[in-house]
């Protein structure tokens, strides 16, 4: 069965740029998807297929897939970006979540 | 606006059993595949089970597969979860979840499942 993988932690300065990776075999020839969860809250939807943005979901987020890593960029991080972050990818009626990357901003 | 109420949580002893509802509003319900997706405490997100919108396609983490049901009635735009021989490691934060083209749009606020003795 098909496995991503993710960083367990990443720490950022204040208003630095954050980058969290997925890594998986040929990761870029599939759709990567991102979601944010914050303590007691349920996941929301940050980036979905690779690099869009839904609505309400802003700018300082962006998303990149290629070859082996997929990646989250989150520019001029903020205390409110403070969160577990869980990379997703479909593979043949398995929907696989990474492990999740907490982000502690400095 | 889509909303998503999960309920039906609870304790229950290892070896029993217990439904999980998820009501929706704010879209067309059976146009859309539902999904359940847990959190065991402190742990990551787990996909649990997926339904087609028309309820004949359903899929399951190996985990679950041949203890776990997911069913809905889109008369009632509710989606269901029938977890049968509950184990210690089934204890988690049970969450519905309104999926699309491989990717969770919507979720509910989670419903807390509890197996032990």
């Known amino acids: 069965s098909y496995e991503v993988t993710q960083p367990l932690s990443l720490s950022v300065a204040l208003g630095q740029t954050a980058r969290i990776t997925c890594g998986g075999n040929n990761i870029g020839s599939r759709n990567a998807h991102w979601y944010q969860q914050k303590p007691g809250q349920a996941p929301v939807l940050v980036i979905y297929?690779?690099?869009n943005r839904p609505s309400g979901i802003p700018e300082r987020f962006s998303g990149s897939n290629s070859g082996n890593t997929a990646t989250l960029t989150i520019s001029r991080a903020q205390v409110g970006d403070e969160a577990d972050y869980y990379c997703q990818v479909w593979d043949s009626n398995n929907w696989v979540f990474g492990g999740g990357t907490k982000l502690t901003v400095l | 606006e889509v909303q998503l109420l999960d309920s039906g949580g609870g304790l229950v002893q290892p070896g029993g059993s217990l439904r999980l509802s998820c009501a929706a509003s704010?879209?067309?319900?059976?146009?859309?595949?539902m999904s359940w997706v847990r959190q065991a405490p402190g742990k990551g997100l787990e996909w649990v089970s997926t339904?087609?919108?028309?309820?004949?396609?359903?899929y399951y983490a190996d985990s679950v597969a041949g203890r776990f049901t997911i069913s809905r009635d889109n008369s009632k735009n509710t989606l269901y979860l029938q977890m049968n021989s509950l184990r210690a490691e089934d204890t988690a934060l049970y969450f519905c979840?309104?999926?699309?083209?491989?990717?969770?749009?919507?979720w509910g606020q989670g419903t807390l499942v509890t197996v032990s003795s």
């Open positions: 979840a309104k999926e699309y083209y491989g990717y969770f749009d919507h």
């Open positions: 297929r690779d690099d």
């Open positions: 339904i087609s919108g028309n309820g004949g396609s359903t």
């Open positions: 704010g879209f067309t319900f059976s146009n859309f595949a």
